[in-house]
């Protein structure tokens, strides 16, 4: 049986598939570079808290793509030892770039921003522009003088210095203070070193997923930016894998907690302001939840039948604030319960307290965690994306499918109403998921390609 190897973790995506590959009896070498929670398997798996068995191993925090360039050789050997006897790997986020230090067959697993920003060369100049204006805030350069003007119109003299800089192997300084503006000759020399590396990683990323025996993206037509990326880059649309997934060792049916008032859980981060999202250079379609039209449907609902909900909120997000005022301009603040930010254990908790469960009502892909509320029994109100979905299945979504203030609000009310009939779009939902979704189809079509 094949060892596979895996480095890259975003919200816990790749443990899943390599606990599902290890469930069929492949041997997994896993890598753990995060600190953060979302990306570590103990948050998501109670059971390998401060116990790692030895096919884990934990090189964090390893930061890989940073103004200071700060790669660890050592950790780096690491992983490299430990991958020595592995038939493919999968990367997954920042470690993608890193395929021929391997020199081994790869996967790429895209979950987002590793295509959409990491891909991409208007990423970089995005952060040149930030790394300005910082110089022109702080007084290093004056808005409009002639060194403003040469900094932002460097574009020649950059592609010279590229060249300088593959030849000599210049490296970013390994230490963040160097990032801070200085002088005038030390800011060139910095903005044209620090861009240096970021097209070359850059390059390297792409040619990494165009080099993938296969990759993990959205289905075609899901994400647009994405699309036109991958076809910027050339990667063969017949390598491309729809990976969405639950994780079917978690999700046995549960049923619906006894609650006097019905209780709903928005799974989705709070990102629904555009003129803020526009600013963003990290920012993707996928980022965006269109939280706002979930709270206004919340609040039609309310106006109209004066019934309380038993509403929770996640403190995570960029538009917290914006989402409290408009939850006081709706007249519902008073029947939501906030709480801070959740590890993935604790969401699968909440998922099983809850009634009724809300993701993304923007033009983005419904979460895993969406499917995993589904999984368990858990009607899903969310924008199911069924124009690009029913297409791909070949029969209708079991989500609440919803785009309006409007449609939230009736799916509120056919919900919450009818218990009977709440009940049985769980069990609708539950059979949807696991016969498009679950692991153990995920790993039939990747194991078609090695």
């Known amino acids: 049986m094949k060892t596979i190897g895996f480095w890259g973790n975003t919200n816990n995506y ?128 004056t808005i409009g003088s002639e060194e403003s003007f040469f900094l932002k119109k460097h574009a020649r003299l950059f592609r010279v210095f590229r060249v300088f800089y593959k030849i000599f192997g210049l490296k970013i300084i390994n230490d963040k203070s160097w990032f801070m503006p200085r002088n005038y000759i030390y800011n060139v020399f910095y903005l044209l070193c620090y861009k240096s590396w970021l097209y070359s990683e850059i390059e390297k990323q792409q040619n990494s997923i165009k080099n993938s025996v296969c990759y993990i993206y959205a289905p075609l037509g899901l994400i647009k930016d994405g699309d036109a990326l991958l076809k910027e880059i050339d990667a063969n649309i017949k390598k491309r894998v729809l990976g969405l997934m639950v994780d079917e060792s978690l999700t046995n049916y549960i049923p619906p907690c006894k609650n006097k008032i019905i209780r709903v859980f928005n799974v989705a981060r709070f990102n629904w302001v555009l003129h803020k999202a526009i600013e963003r250079v990290d920012f993707s379609q996928l980022d965006m939840k269109g939280n706002d039209i979930m709270i206004k449907g919340l609040g039609l609902f309310y106006r109209k039948h004066k019934i309380p909900l038993n509403v929770v909120f996640v403190k995570k997000g960029n538009d917290i604030n914006e989402t409290i005022s408009l939850l006081k301009q709706e007249g519902i ?93 769980g069990l609708k939902s539950r059979e949807f998921v696991m016969k498009h979704f679950s692991s153990r189809s995920v790993v039939k079509r990747l194991e078609s390609y090695f």
């Open 14 to 141: 790749p443990f899943m598939i390599a606990l599902a590959f290890k469930c069929k009896g492949y041997e997994i070498e896993f890598i753990v570079d995060s600190s953060n929670k979302l990306n570590r398997p103990e948050f998501r798996y109670p059971d390998y808290l401060n116990n790692y068995p030895d096919w884990i191993t934990d090189v964090s925090p390893f930061d890989l793509f940073s103004v200071s360039n700060p790669i660890s050789v050592d950790k780096l050997d690491v992983i490299k030892k430990k991958f020595e006897n592995c038939d493919v790997i999968f990367l997954n986020g920042f470690s993608i770039r890193f395929d021929k230090f391997f020199n081994k067959k790869h996967v790429s697993i895209l979950t987002g921003s590793d295509l959409t920003n990491l891909a991409d060369y208007k990423y970089a100049e995005s952060l040149m522009e930030l790394y300005l204006n910082q110089l022109e805030q702080m007084g290093k350069l």
């Open 333 to 425: 603040d008073h029947f939501v319960t906030w709480k801070n930010e959740l590890t993935q254990s604790e969401v699968y908790q909440e998922y099983i307290n809850a009634d009724i469960v809300c993701d993304q009502f923007a033009q983005s892909v419904v979460s895993m965690g969406g499917l995993d509320a589904m999984a368990i029994g858990r009607p899903l109100i969310a924008n199911a994306r069924s124009e690009i979905y029913e297409n791909i299945l070949g029969e209708k979504t079991q989500i609440c499918n919803a785009k309006t203030p409007e449609e939230v609000s009736e799916w509120l009310e056919k919900l919450v109403f009818n218990e009977q009939f709440r009940i049985e779009k």
